[in-house]
């Protein structure tokens, strides 16, 4: 009863909360926007919260997430230092990088790049501003039919975020990437929402990095909504690294188009509580969809992603492979859910979740799904949770390399097979460069941060 009363209130909360500051929240935005705000927050007041009664949030309390201290900004606020000198991206190759502060652009200058092709990246709401027939015409539509809690709430309170549009035809050369920061004294909660589309036989890379500057608690909710038209092939990369006094979700939504060809890698290297949600509709014929994840975690930390692949044309192929790393006391959570349609015949879906557990205190709950109402298909799933393999452990050892380092082999090995999907080089090299400081237990932060965050 208790937990129903603190629930309802925090749903009704946030629902004053943004009645009470709508004007301010508006003004950033255009009208069909703002129409979207009032659509999602009406939604988000039937449904509220998802509770742990609700399948998918079993064994997550999401909703106690969201209590705490957390403030919104509604506009952009001043910052007292120069983020640019206080934070480099590590990665030369990708140092093109637009930031995005505390779910806000603070460069007032060029809010929205025209790249090679006629490409667009920048302010969604920028974008909203300058090309509205476009915007409009993608923004928030491909959601609607999932009715997804934590989207609603991001949607009404939606800051701003990443807009990529990649022209008919056009191949991005060098990907675009979006460093998430938050940097605040305050504890905060930030709301950013992201479009990215591909327009019929373009192809490209986004690459989106969450990252903290100081050990500060935030909720982050974040909403991606990825469009991919026909025969278009977007690369999708997340890089999850900020500290573990936060709260990190991310709402992914992909819809594909003919012939399109899709290829997602989410990494969780640090975070308090995690959840990643990503949605596939396989709309079209001879569409594909690969999607990989890869999580670290160790002392008390929580990691919860939840897949939803949907085919509801024929003659597709869905992919799905996720893998754990868990230490300490941590836990981790794989809920997989294929559902074929019974028109989507000839589909060829595949799902694995494979988990390591370096103590005995770590826990592992992993529930893949099948749903099928089609009768000519090729479907399958698996689950496989353990500690390393004595044998392989034997083996090195007895070649002369200490049981320390046969350990840290072992496990590189394990999630190399995530990591070898990402085809940007440097990136690659950068995350496996993570990967191993993380496993070796070192701090591992790819912005040269003084502040100690993974403590």
């Known amino acids: 009863m208790n937990e129903e009363i603190k629930t309802y209130s925090r749903k009704t909360e946030l629902i004053t909360a943004f009645n009470k500051n709508y004007t301010q929240i508006a003004a950033q935005t255009p009208d069909f926007i703002n129409k979207t705000r009032l659509k999602s927050i009406a939604e988000f007041e039937k449904v509220g919260f998802p509770s742990k009664k609700s399948e998918q949030y079993k064994y997550t309390n999401i909703e106690s997430a969201f209590f705490g201290g957390y403030k919104r900004q509604y506009s952009p606020q001043p910052l007292s230092l120069d983020i640019r000198e206080v934070f480099t991206c590590d990665v030369p190759e990708l140092d093109n990088y637009l930031l995005l502060v505390n779910g806000w652009f603070y460069n007032t200058e060029n809010k929205l790049m025209e790249l090679q092709g006629g490409v667009l990246a920048g302010s969604v709401i920028e974008a909203s501003k300058k090309f509205p027939e476009l915007v409009e015409k993608y923004y928030g539509k491909h959601i609607e039919n999932i009715k997804d809690p934590l989207s609603m709430l991001n949607m009404a309170f939606a800051q701003d975020g990443l807009f990529v549009y990649i022209p008919k035809g056009v191949v991005l050369e060098k990907p675009v990437q979006l460093i998430n920061l938050i940097v605040a004294t305050d504890e905060l909660m930030i709301q950013p929402y992201n479009l990215i589309i591909t327009e019929e036989g373009s192809s490209g890379s986004i690459v989106i990095c969450d990252h903290s500057l100081n050990p500060q608690a935030f909720l982050l909710n974040s909403t991606t909504e990825v469009i991919a038209s026909k025969n278009s092939k977007p690369e999708i990369y997340r890089q999850q ?28 290297l640090y975070g308090g509580t ?6 596939v509709n396989l709309s079209e014929p001879y569409s594909h969809s690969r999607s990989y994840g890869l999580w670290l975690a160790d002392k008390t930390q929580h990691i919860d992603n939840n897949t939803f692949i949907h085919h509801t044309a024929p003659n597709c192929e869905s992919f799905q492979l996720y893998k754990g790393i868990l230490d300490d006391s941590s836990t981790g959570i794989f809920s997989g859910r294929i559902l074929v349609d019974k028109s989507a015949q000839k589909t060829d879906a595949y799902q694995s ?22 009768d000519d298909v090729k479907c399958s799933h698996g689950s496989a949770t353990g500690q390393l393999d004595e044998d392989a452990m034997f083996y090195l050892c007895s070649r002369g390399i200490p049981k320390k380092e046969s350990c840290q082999l072992l496990m590189q090995a394990f999630t190399t097979d995530v990591t070898d999907n990402i085809s940007i080089a440097p990136l690659r090299d950068e995350i496996n460069g993570l990967v191993e400081k993380r496993l070796r237990g070192e701090l591992s932060r790819c912005n040269k941060c003084k502040v100690n965050c993974g403590k």
Do not use: C, M
């Open 353 to 374: 979740n494979k988990n390591l557990l370096l103590t005995n205190e770590a826990k592992v709950r992993s529930k893949p799904q099948l749903e099928i109402y089609a």
């Open 241 to 268: 690294n900020a500290h573990d006094h936060s709260v990190q979700i991310s709402n992914t939504f992909i819809t594909q188009k003919e012939g399109s060809n899709v290829n997602s890698v989410y990494v969780t």
């Open 274 to 279: 995690v959840r990643n949600n990503l949605f």
